[in-house]
């Protein structure tokens, strides 16, 4: 069977039904194929279920790509206000939960039944349970997919990336991409968890399930958030930060005790320069396991200014040296991906194959923590919509 359409959207994710819909109210016929079973699997686990679909705070510096002005103009065209929007119109209860991140009070069902709403409203043809064989370019494209052929002028990829196998990812959009002689940055695990030594591992993750306050930094890039003692490494909100910055031998520097000096009720000659003291003060800032631990392992050999300044400057440097990364199995999200220099950054089309696009998780842009990959999903899905 052959169908025909103005454009074929290939995934059915955050970014392929908002170009969906943005085309679809154009008057585009556009048909959605989906190898899952069901639409937006990545929206529905996303956030602890409850979706942080966009951060109020959105900019480009939230954003990791090869070019760092590529995403300005879709993250212009299509603001967190304009989704906050589309949240309001369908009375979809929501709620600021920290740094501008913004979550459904209900489930990301919410979100996903919204967009399948839009798309259905925008006479978006949607094809599930949908394994795609073949693509070919001919005066347009051709989709092959277990015995049916779509047709049409132009095709987007909306594919995603690596992370998190378990619900789908596939390397497909790579595949894509290189089978037309578009250039991808390689890709890596971001907003990932951290594996330690198998010596660190003795030394901290007994303490696993402890959290801290900190600032982490790596590469020049420094983030102020929680940090996670796992039974393999480091995880949490900075951890997860940094990672997306980290590379294989980089050390990893971690200010325990962000804006506070440990040291300070030692300049009180009242006060007896003992480790007791010590652990009293660092358990102001610390878990109490987290600072015994500490204090097991960095208790100052002397009680002169000069130890104690050493002791305050380890407990404000803790350097560590992953030794890999928990992979794309607990990654939110894939780095790297399609050269933004292929693309157009106001429409995403290539530039060399006409009718080709690329949107998501796909291309090199890779958000923080916090709501901005939902954000640069729906940004560069709207920009292709509105370009069909």
Not at 343 to 371: N, Q, R, W
Request: hydrophobic residues 40%; glycine residues 10%; positive net charge.
């Amino acid at each position: 069977m052959i169908h025909k359409f103005d454009a074929l959207i290939l995934g059915g994710g955050a970014a392929g039904l908002m170009c969906a819909i943005e085309a679809g109210k154009r008057g585009k016929r556009v048909a959605v194929l989906e190898r899952a079973e069901k639409a937006g699997k990545k929206i529905l686990i996303s956030g602890g279920g409850r979706c942080n679909f966009t951060n109020i705070y959105c900019s480009p510096e939230n954003f990791i790509c090869s070019n760092p002005h590529f995403p300005k103009s879709a993250l212009a065209r299509y603001t967190p206000q304009d989704f906050i929007a589309l949240v309001g119109k369908h009375q979809i209860p929501f709620h600021e939960k920290k740094l501008g991140q913004l979550f459904c009070d209900g489930s990301a069902r919410d979100i996903v039944n919204m967009l399948e709403e839009e798309c259905r409203a925008a006479g978006v043809s949607m094809f599930l349970s949908t394994q795609i064989d073949e693509v070919v370019r001919t005066s347009g494209f051709v989709v092959r997919a277990e015995g049916s052929q779509f047709r049409a002028p132009v095709l987007v990829v909306a594919t995603g990336g690596l992370s998190i196998p378990k619900i789908g990812a596939t390397s497909f959009g790579y595949d894509l991409a290189r089978q037309f002689r578009i250039r991808i940055r390689d890709p890596w695990p971001g907003l990932v968890p951290l594996v330690l030594s198998t010596e660190d591992r003795g030394r901290y993750c007994g303490l696993t399930g402890v959290s801290a306050d900190v600032m982490v930094s790596c590469d020049g890039r420094q983030f102020r958030e929680r940090m996670l003692i796992t039974h393999r490494g480091l995880s949490g909100p900075a951890i997860l930060q940094i990672s997306s910055y980290w590379r294989d031998s980089k050390p990893v520097v971690i200010d325990l005790a962000p804006d506070c000096e440990i040291t300070s009720a030692f300049r009180d000659a009242k006060i007896p320069r003992h480790v007791s003291i010590l652990r009293t003060e660092l358990r102001k800032v610390l878990a109490n396991r987290l600072a015994d631990r500490w204090l097991d392992r960095h208790t100052p050999i002397s009680w002169t200014n000069t130890a104690l300044a050493e002791f305050e400057s380890q407990v404000h440097s803790w350097t560590i040296t992953p030794v890999g990364t928990e992979g794309y199995e607990k990654a939110e999200v894939t780095a790297g991906g399609v050269d933004t220099d292929e693309l157009s950054a106001k429409t995403m089309e290539c530039g060399k194959v006409p009718g080709l696009y690329f949107i998501g998780e796909v291309v090199d842009v890779t958000g923080h923590l916090g709501g901005f990959n939902f954000q640069w999903a729906w940004a560069s899905g709207a920009s292709a919509g509105l370009a069909l």
